[in-house]
């Protein structure tokens, strides 16, 4: 396998907010941005992996503020992290106003990736090494919400994810 840096996943899609996008108060409706948010995760973790991507969670979405019909959403989307599987990607959406020029975070997530084979069966992913302090922080919070994720999905409990956080490090240190 490669190691690849999260410079190497990076995804940016641009689109207008057009009328038939928005709810009756002029805003582009939850579900329309959660659509184009899965787009730019997708590509981000179809960059790092070399495979094609399904996606398997959504979580922390927050919807910090509307965009408006006219305005451009802007998304940028990057690996945080790629364990044997499956990739966490972290989603930044901004609303740009064209006419003043002036950009504004909107709404931020994390979406889980796994690449599949042509028979759509789990596939092992590149490393993914971070180059930056932000990239590092998110590099190392992904464990923590990794775990998370799997005891809200009561997949794990919380004693089996902290023995297998204990052998990730492990595997982490080895590498």
């Known amino acids: 396998m490669k190691t690849k840096t999260p ?7 641009t689109e207008m907010v057009l009328p038939n996008d928005t709810n009756p108060l002029g805003n582009l409706m939850g579900g329309q941005l959660l659509h184009l948010m899965d787009i730019a995760a997708a590509i981000a973790a179809g960059r790092h992996s070399n495979r094609v991507c399904v996606t398997a969670s ?8 509307p965009i408006k019909l006219g305005e451009v959403v802007i998304i940028s989307a990057s690996v945080t992290r790629a364990f044997t599987t499956s990739m966490e990607v972290k989603l930044w959406v901004f609303a740009e106003n064209t006419l003043t020029g ?9 979406y889980t990736f796994v690449a599949v084979d042509q028979g759509g069966q789990p596939i092992p ?9 932000e990239e590092q922080e998110l590099y190392e919070g ?5 775990e998370l994720r799997l005891i809200l ?7 089996e994810v902290n023995t297998l956080k ?10």
């Not at 959504?58 to 503020?65: E, L, M, Q, Y």
Request: with cysteine; proline share 5%; aromatic share 8%.
């Open 7 to 13: 410079r190497e996943s990076y995804t940016e899609i």
């Open 58 to 65: 959504v979580d922390f979405v927050d919807f910090k503020g």
């Open 102 to 110: 002036v950009r504004r975070e909107c709404n931020s997530a994390y």
């Open 125 to 133: 992913v590149n490393k993914l090494k971070p180059e930056t302090p």
């Open 142 to 146: 992904a464990l923590r919400r990794r």
């Open 153 to 159: 999905a009561g997949r794990r409990s919380p004693e």
């Open 166 to 175: 204990d052998l990730l490090q492990q595997r982490v240190e080895q590498s």
